[in-house]
């Protein structure tokens, strides 16, 4: 499966065009700088958690975003009220099963959330992705500094599991799809360094997947702009706490010609 | 009603030289930026929301800010309980009704605050402030991008309704009190992308609201001192990344001359 | 009692090496600003506070760092659960008693996790380390502008009373422990304008905690490398806005040679 700059180009200026509604039910930490990159980008965030409107907040929206970093038990359930509406409306839901393996609370949430409503996309790194497999599958120790094959594996072995494509970050990024594998490599080291760029990868997820009909190819934009996007705001730091603020003027003045010049993405293996 | 340069500088000097601390009850996706702009105001910012020591904390406050922008049920009784100790008081309250009207959870639970315990300014945009109308009031589809018209004929609406001072923050922002209406007009559109920026235009109402007086006065004060802080940065900034720390720095260095030279306020209509 | 800028280093170094996970059971408006101060460290922010879970992040964390700046009684179950398991796994414990004094809600449970579990290192400014002592000190009206006798007679006394290292941050700060008094005299008068740079502190008391078997030891490295950094990011500053900003960028770039130039530390008296 190939994914052009121009039809990055194109999913950009979608989301700025359609100021799309994205539903975010995330964690403490990163709720301000995930709605920040949306609102930079170009989208519409929105944060509610309570079982109490949760259903009317996913109405006006157009795709949601769970996101278990700092669970709770009347956060679960509304992830799943939240999951159940999103999948009635036929809306694109986005899961970050932040920390699975780490606790079985996560672990098993994660699961859950994905036996009872598929999301169209499940974005982690190598080891809270393989935490949610239920087969076993032949590695070497994978953990998030796991080697690209190790990686490759247990994203197909979930995509296998669960339908959902698949979105593995890291050096390189790896989205399993039913069409193939797309491999993104842009993105800088430093981006490591500054907190919750994985959940706004995912939130960032839900804003192409608003736009765009194939939820492989919303996953692999969404990958490109992060790392593209990261890669120029880097550029012009001198640490973490310079490249969070170039990051969003980033994503605000991203351009076709940057994704055009900058872009690394390639089909397959 | 008249508010000049030098009355907006004599509050800012005001709030610098006597600290007024500020109890938050708001939103997880604003607290940290709120309580900054608080600080480099040079108000002294305290959140707290557990009805085990909300009293208490109402109790050091010099006002009181409530901000619905992520409800849940414990959170919403220690708002009222918060409301009631601010009425005995005598302290000033602020109710920022965030997404009032996108859910009903949110326009029930803002209506009842205001049932309960009229605040002495409500801040919101103009499709929130309408969301809070109990008559209906001719307007063409207000939301926030209404026209200045039907602004301004519901934030009357509301003010005759609640007998609260109504602030509608737009490109224009018109303060609605006994007295009249005032118009400001500062502020840069970079301003809407940055999240929770009306949030902390609330929570500054409620650092002037402790140094003035008459509500109407103070939602304009802050609303100048916002506007112009923002502009201010904005000049200096490339994007929403920059804008929300050079932001932060105006607020911190705004002088008399800055509000002199910049400041955009008239009476009426 | 002794610190070099040669074992601070040292200890800075051993953080990026070994890039220690630090378990934050710490307040909404802190959680982005003190995960990604740990980062910019080098060392590795875990966030939980479900009950649920909150025995398992323990157990893969080095250190545990407990704020009560935002309670409710959920995470003050969460909080007595992990320090129960933290004191199991022999791993160091830091608390960061904010706003003790202010309600008596805080004042409390402070008191009671010290009882309950004492932990290795208590850090906070003078008042809220006067609200812990349950005997009375001679002091005049002893709060966070404190003479420096004062802070000092009181952070004895606490010491004495629940045996923990107890570290009152100021424009001194004292590390009170076992071997006697530590003052570092770094940091900057902006730093007081940026929200949660104590809380901040105590995560980083935590880092150093990993790394350094005294806590006394690791406490007045973290007070010497906060101060230090927050010099540094002061003097390329405009404002509180940037401050943070650039904040992070020292705690990144920090070298062996700006400890050894900017340290202001001794012993006694």
Known sequence: MKITAEEIWSAVRAIRETVPVIHNITNYVVMNSTANALLALGASPVMAHAEEEIEEMVAIASSLVINIGTLSPAWVRAMFKAAEAARKRKIPIVLDPVGAGATSYRTRTARELIHAVPPEIIRGNASEIMALLETNVKTKGVDSTASS???????????????????????????????????????????????????????????????????????????AVMGIAGEIASARSEGPGTLQIHFLDALYRLSGEDIERMLKIEAGP
């Open 149 to 223: 094959d190790a990686a490759l594996a247990v994203g197909r072995a979930l995509h296998e599991q669960s339908g959902s494509v698949v979105c593995i970050s890291g050096e390189t990024d790896y989205t399993v799809g039913p069409a193939g594998i797309i491999q993104t490599r842009n993105g800088h080291v430093l981006m490591t360094r500054v907190t919750g760029l994985g959940c706004t990868a995912s939130a960032i997820c839900g804003a192409f997947a608003a736009v765009t009909q194939d939820p492989a190819a919303a996953a692999a934009e969404a990958m």
